[in-house]
């Protein structure tokens, strides 16, 4: 067995520290305490903690209560502690504190999580430091809160979502990922006729761990649900729900010309979420064949790759390969040159690609970065195209008064010319 280098074994990690042994650690811990007033407060805590759940919970609640009175700005010398001490905190209520007493645990976190508005009222949180840490304590109380008994978990959680139903909002996306359906559909219940943007994505995010597309619905005003991005919206919830009559109805109410945008061409064209939900529709109630001719069409109109993909998807061997050919066409004669380039380069077609942009480069104005980086994907087999393309990015680098980026472009183009 190879025997480990002196410098890893100076890397500081767990294994290496261990070698050092409790008592030296002990000693090292003790010194670097005495310079570090939020480490210390750490230590305090943890050692009671090890005397349980009746000695540490004096040490939380007075922690608690001093950061709930305290109104001074934190400056930014001060931040990096005040971020650990709440990360600190949180982490002895949501672990050491729940090990040991699960109800003081869910109360505290409740607690913890009421002190948010003042925390980033003290400080300049532009990195998003403190409320990373609240991020977390919400995904703590969701985790802790579903641990009760029947629907007290639940109840809890709405109770905490009344007293601040616009942190929830932003809150929501991430805490709620780890409550089951059950859970959910239950505090669903207990928010039931909370109306208002504050308790609106709360709502629905809860609507969406639940499975509870006609909650998610209810949402929505029914003029909302006029809008068709709206309606495409809440009828891809009934679809993923098995009720794609739901859908068709949200989707057909939806269809008004005053509301439609209208395609380069001039002609009325629907919008492109709608029309998503709408093929969606048709693959759900086996209407496999309009679905595709819905595809084809979308794409077509808007030269999607997603829509190209999900037609090729459904043919049959060989065919696929046939539409392939007719999808490169149509890029190739897009009226738009740099979004049939875009097409042709994400697919990848790099020959196609580089046929477009020796037939219609003088039309082309892509961005610099992407330029960049499409040349390196075409200088192997196509260098003329990669050239030109590159050439083409510096020029409107140029444009753009970045002539530092138009420099380089145009030395790259010149290396590969020579």
Known sequence: MKRPSAASLKRVNAENLTRLGAERLAEILLEVAHTRVDLKRRLRMELAAEQGAAHLLPEIDRRLALLSGSRGAVTWRQRPAFVRDLDGLRGLIAGRLAGLDLAAAQARIVEFLALFPQAMRRVRDREGAVAAVFDQAAADAVTLLARAEGREGAARLAEAIVAQPVAWGRWSDG????????????????????????????LRRLADVAGDARAYEATFTREALRSPAAAADVASRHLRAGDPEAARALLEA??????????????????????????????????????????????????????????????????????????????RTFPDAGRGLELLMSWPALREAAELIAARGAELRPDPEQAEAWGRLLRRRFPAAAEALLRRGAAEAFRRREFSTSARLTEEADALAA
Not at 188 to 199: K, Q, Y
Request: proline fraction near 4%; aromatic fraction near 12%.
């Open 175 to 202: 805490a709620f990922a780890a409550a089951s359906r059950d859970v959910a559909a239950l505090t669903l219940g207990f928010l039931a006729g909370r109306e208002g943007p504050a308790f609106t994505s709360v």
């Open 254 to 331: 939806a269809i008004n010309p005053q509301l439609m945008r209208r395609s380069e061409s001039g002609v009325a064209a629907p919008d492109f979420a709608w029309e998503g939900a709408w093929i969606d529709y048709l693959e759900a109630v086996g209407r496999v064949a309009e679905a595709q001719a819905a595809r084809w069409a979308s794409f077509e109109r808007t030269l999607s790759a997603d829509r190209a993909r999900a037609f090729t998807r459904r043919l049959p061997d060989f065919e696929d390969v046939e539409a392939e050919a007719r999808i490169f066409d149509l890029a």
